[in-house]
T-cell receptor, first 113, second 113 residues
Framework: KAGVTQTPRYLIKTRGQQVTLSCSPI?????VSWYQQTPGQGLQFLFE???????NKGNFPGRFSGRQFSNSRSEMNVSTLELGDSALYLC????????????FGQGTRLTVV | GESVGLHLPTLSVQEGDNSIINCAYS??????FIWYKQESGKGPQFIID?????DKRQGQRVTVLLNKTVKHLSLQIAATQPGDSAVYFC????????????FGKGTRLSVIA
């Protein structure tokens, strides 16, 4: 069974631009969560989706948004990029409605210059 | 305040010895805990999880112990190998239902050959 797939793996963007990251969960997993990982803050929760509905949102500004499609694939978007948005963005999928047993993808390394 | 933290940021262990990585949590409402291993350049890899109705759970070469009295979680790795070198994160899920995983800062395990 294929794991969680995130694309692209690496991205370089300029301040002020926007970016869209994609996540394909493990087949059959309907819960998808997004995290931002930085050396200073560690893993910070962004949002969680189940069956196309956002169930939870972390403490991030409105520039960060996401969505989930009917096939459980998810995207997150960051608008008006800032230097501080440089991070590893991780997606995790879970076979459980409550989001336990979450498996992570390899992440997308975003660098904002 | 509520937090998930680790007692030691780094741990060096001789190859073949057992490793013990510790984690403290402060919210007695947490009912699910999970350990991840993250190697350089990769996403977190699921190791083992445990629910609050259990004190111990064993996997392949790994054991997780949960002490609810002192709100302490540990990951034991038997016969540590060089491939075990990585950063280990504990995470907790607070309450039941739709709550996100909250991660600790991580412990770097270095295996000395």
């Amino acid at each position: 069974k294929a794991g969680v797939t995130q694309t692209p793996r690496y991205l370089i963007k300029t301040r002020g631009q926007q970016v869209t990251l994609s996540c394909s969960p493990i087949s059959g997993h309907r819960s998808v969560s997004w995290y931002q990982q930085t050396p200073g803050q560690g893993l910070q929760f962004l949002f969680e989706y189940f069956s196309e509905t956002q169930r939870n949102k972390g403490n991030f500004p409105g520039r960060f948004s996401g969505r989930q499609f009917s096939n459980s694939r998810s995207e997150m978007n960051v608008s008006t990029l800032e230097l501080g948005d440089s991070a590893l963005y991780l997606c995790a999928s879970s076979p459980r409605r409550e989001g336990t047993e979450a498996f992570f993808g390899q992440g997308t390394r975003l660098t904002v210059v | 305040g509520e937090s998930v933290g680790l007692h030691l940021p780094t741990l060096s262990v001789q190859e073949g010895d057992n490793s013990i990585i510790n984690c403290a949590y402060s919210n007695s409402a947490s009912d699910y805990f999970i350990w991840y291993k993250q190697e350089s350049g990769k996403g977190p890899q699921f190791i083992i999880d445990i629910r609050s109705n259990m004190d111990k759970r064993q996997g392949q070469r790994v054991t997780v112990l949960l002490n609810k009295t002192v709100k302490h979680l540990s990951l034991q790795i038997a016969a540590t190998q060089p491939g075990d070198s990585a950063v280990y994160f504990c995470a907790e899920k607070r309450g039941s239902g739709n709550t996100p995983l909250v991660f600790g800062k991580g412990t770097r395990l270095s295996v000395i050959a």
